[in-house]
């Protein structure tokens, strides 16, 4: 007899870190005892004037915010990384440590305060992504900036205390540790198949069809197999490209639409304005090729089972791997099937 | 001219994982704008009628817990793995899973809901001790049992929904990602210097005194060099031992002192009933000796600046790596200098 996998407590394989995921489908079935509430999410005004994002506000710094209309960059006012800090290393038995120099940024998304991704037109989303563009060029093709963490932490839940649609940019020196892993994966595949890891994946989604969310002419979002957050989703240009600089003009468009359709989705589950916090992977900015990458762009989302019911990734997830409560194959299905209209406009 | 690194932002390298950790000290002196509330921890009660925990209380599935006295242990009723699944792999392409088998407990540390480890006595806080090496024992000789992970997931911010004091005990067979990464250093130190990893950082510690919180004749409780939680520590024997079956009577009593006096400081650090998780590294059950291994229990507090203001890993750290804002020599000045009477006693 053989079994569904899928219906039974399993680990899966994630390719691009070679780490597990365990998975607990059956525990979906359990009753749910948790509150489901409906959206608490306060409308918000277009312009705050104590909003330290908004254009023309002046922030604790004392610096005045210009009057911007587009995207918005600036040195972030309480940076966790310098550029100028002097290089030191202390090496003393078994404690190893070292100067990290970095630049971090914040990018307003756009001059009005009302919005998020979801709600933003698809030609304002467009000018977020060249304007991502523009900064890992400049940040990239600076002394000791080997790195560049495009972000956003989007709700309070994710550690985000200002509403105004905005994201970050932490570039640093050093090689991160989740980009170590992934170019091992990617080195490994390459240099055995001559072939992209994620591209030949995504080939493999694109037939199955279960894990596509969205999908365009240059883009895919999906469900990851190997899925960690219950909602998680991953968008992957289906071209095989190493970082967002070599996105053409059409392919910019093609972005900031599946942007905006997935995060649509997003706000539609559980009728909120949908936290995650969201990353660009992409090569290091160190002058080496890279020719096995593939960048992506990941989306953790920390709901579960409504607006305010999430899950924690606590004990046994810190201490041994993590683990979820409903397959990749659930989530897709639920996020399939929800409109393509935002909520708020129906 | 030398440069303090603990005053630029720097990374710090973790000998167990192999993975740095970015620290950015300059950040304490931002001001800070967030709440910094007392505790709201509500009295309990030592006995609550609706507690799934208590003693003779009905659970969900209908059953009783016995009217136990001492540290009672029963299968989880939501269990995350399962001990009868079917053996299944999925091989399909770049998907890959296969079944986790494994058993969950939950293990009620005290019949007083109105206790947390800090508040128990020494002498129960023992018992606690003694069931986890039970467990450990009866889970591990197991067929199919290959590791077992002993946690506690403290405080609502935590994902605990039930404030009666108690862990949990996730076993099963494969070995998680977490220990194979330590596995690996302990064994590449070990091979190269015939000595434990663990144990000589601590015999440096011991002599350093910076970042040690507590200690007596077997155990030492410390900051570790590479701390990721603003107030992380680390309890770990001084003899060298792979695992807590090892304990004898006297440094089981010598165990539970310290937790008893850790969490007391913790308790102290903000007035309130410390949220945390922790857990237990030690050997698989697998049957190999691993000799190189140093079993040590380590608790992850979220907390920051109060009760109320917590560090949140989200953006950057979920895409890069960790990060944290004050020093592990900072967070240790602190811990040493709290009281070792509980608030609420004093
Ligand atoms: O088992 P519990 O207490 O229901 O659940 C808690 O601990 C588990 C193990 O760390 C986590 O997977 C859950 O997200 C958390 O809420
Ligand atoms: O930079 P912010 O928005 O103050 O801070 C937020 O994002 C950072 C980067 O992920 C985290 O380190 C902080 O814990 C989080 O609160």
Redesign the interface.
């Given at each position: 007899?053989?079994?569904?996998?899928n219906s039974?407590?399993?680990?899966?394989?994630n390719?691009l870190t070679g780490?597990?995921i365990?998975?607990?489908p059956?525990?979906t079935k359990?009753?749910w005892?948790?509150k489901t509430e409906k959206d608490t999410t306060p409308k918000k005004e277009t312009y705050d004037p104590s909003c330290y994002l908004c254009p023309g506000n002046t922030r604790?710094t004392g610096d005045k915010n210009p009057d911007y209309k587009e995207p918005y960059t600036f040195i972030n006012d309480?940076s966790?990384?310098?550029i100028d800090?002097?290089m030191?290393?202390?090496e003393?038995?078994?404690?190893?440590?070292?100067?990290?120099?970095?630049i971090c940024k914040v990018v307003c998304f756009s001059p009005d305060h009302s919005l998020t991704l979801p709600l933003m037109e698809e030609e304002d989303i467009t000018k977020v992504v060249k304007t991502w563009k523009k900064e890992y060029a400049e940040l990239g093709s600076q002394d000791n900036i080997n790195?560049v963490?495009i972000?956003?932490?989007k709700g309070a839940i994710?550690?985000?205390?200002n509403p105004h649609p905005h994201g970050?940019i932490?570039s640093?020196m050093?090689i991160?540790?989740?980009?170590e892993k992934k170019s091992k994966h990617f080195k490994a595949y390459w240099d055995k198949n001559q072939s992209s890891?994620l591209g030949?994946?995504i080939k493999?989604e694109l037939e199955a069809k279960e894990r596509i969310i969205v999908e365009n002419k240059h883009f895919v979002a999906l469900v990851p197999?190997w899925a960690v957050w219950p909602y998680e989703i991953m968008i992957a240009p289906k071209k095989h490209q190493q970082h967002i600089g070599q996105l053409n003009q059409e392919e910019e468009k093609a972005f900031a639409e599946i942007l905006k359709k997935l995060t649509i989705k997003y706000d539609n589950l559980f009728e909120t304005s949908f936290p995650y916090?969201?990353?660009i992977?992409q090569i290091p900015t160190d002058g080496s090729d890279y020719p096995e990458w593939h960048w992506h762009m990941?989306f953790?989302p920390p709901l579960l089972r409504s607006a305010t019911v999430k899950k924690?990734m606590?004990?046994?997830e810190?201490?041994?791997?993590p683990?979820r409560?409903i397959t990749a194959e659930q989530a897709a299905k639920t996020l399939q099937n929800l409109s393509d209209i935002h909520y708020l406009k129906q």
């Open positions: 007899m053989s079994h569904d996998i039974i407590p399993h680990r899966r394989y390719i780490e597990w365990l998975c607990s059956h525990r359990r009753p005892q948790g604790s309480f966790a990384l310098l800090s002097p030191a290393t202390q003393n038995g078994l404690m190893k440590a070292e100067t990290e120099v970095g790195y963490q972000f956003e932490n994710m550690g985000c205390s970050q932490w640093q050093s991160p540790t989740e980009i890891l030949d994946y493999q197999y916090s969201s990353g992977h990941s953790y924690f606590v004990g046994y810190m201490f041994a791997g683990q409560d």
